[in-house]
T-cell receptor, first 114, second 114 residues
């Protein structure tokens, strides 16, 4: 009964590959997020979807493409992986868009690009 | 651009010592403020939050934080830490009425020695 789940937990892949990370929340929230945490622990927002609609799209390479098939899912697809993409990726959700609303985080996906 | 600074990258304390973790932000308008905690191997979870009213807010597990508007600070405190408080602590700021996103600090790793 995990609130926000991500798969896989670990992902090791070669440069140039395409990979996806899946996120699901069972909290009934209408807003979902993707964050990237770099090696210095900086947590930076990448995307946010509210009711399946993109509302925040920070400056990330267009190799990153989020997809929200429904309100409970927000997947992250990454094309042509590069070394610099190695990081921990966190999914989160909240009820309502806006920083006032508590965000619930998933356990993270540690991506290592070789 | 707004930023959030956590000057202590790693804090090491003995059990029963008092804790204060600094957080400063660089946004001049009205803000919502948060502290999140990430215990080893777990996901981020909300520790406490400030929206308005009493600038001294209490959170879970005996933590509290004080918002000092004139200093743009939201420091986290606990009078007596326990070994189980060992975790990474993140301060986050939401400028009200903005692009509806949280900006996180780089985190402070707290290690409590038994």
């Amino acid at each position: 009964d995990t609130a926000v789940s991500q798969t896989p937990k670990y992902l090791v892949t070669q440069m140039g590959n395409d990979k996806s990370i899946k996120c699901e929340q069972n909290l009934g929230h209408d807003t979902m997020y993707w964050y990237k945490q770099d090696s210095k622990k900086f947590l930076k927002i990448m995307f946010s979807y509210n009711n399946k609609e993109l509302i925040i799209n920070e400056t990330v390479p267009n190799r990153f493409s989020p997809k929200s098939p429904d309100k409970a899912h927000l997947n992250l697809h990454i094309n042509s992986l590069e070394l610099g993409d190695s990081a921990v990726y966190f999914c989160a959700s909240s009820q309502g868009a806006g920083g006032r609303n508590e965000q619930f985080f998933g356990p993270g996906t540690r991506l290592t690009v070789l | 651009a707004q930023s959030v600074s956590q000057h202590n990258h790693h804090v090491i304390l003995s059990e029963a010592a008092s804790l204060e973790l600094g957080c400063n932000y660089s946004y001049g308008g009205t803000v919502n403020l948060f502290w999140y905690v990430q215990y080893p191997g777990q996901h981020l979870q909300l520790l406490l939050k400030y929206f308005s009213g009493d600038p001294l807010v209490k959170g879970i597990k005996g933590f509290e934080a004080e918002f000092i508007k004139s200093k743009f600070s939201f420091n986290l405190r606990k009078p007596s830490v326990q070994w189980s408080d060992t975790a990474e602590y993140f301060c986050a700021v939401d400028p009200r009425g903005s692009a509806r996103q949280l900006t996180f600090g780089s985190g402070t790793q707290l290690t409590v020695l038994p």
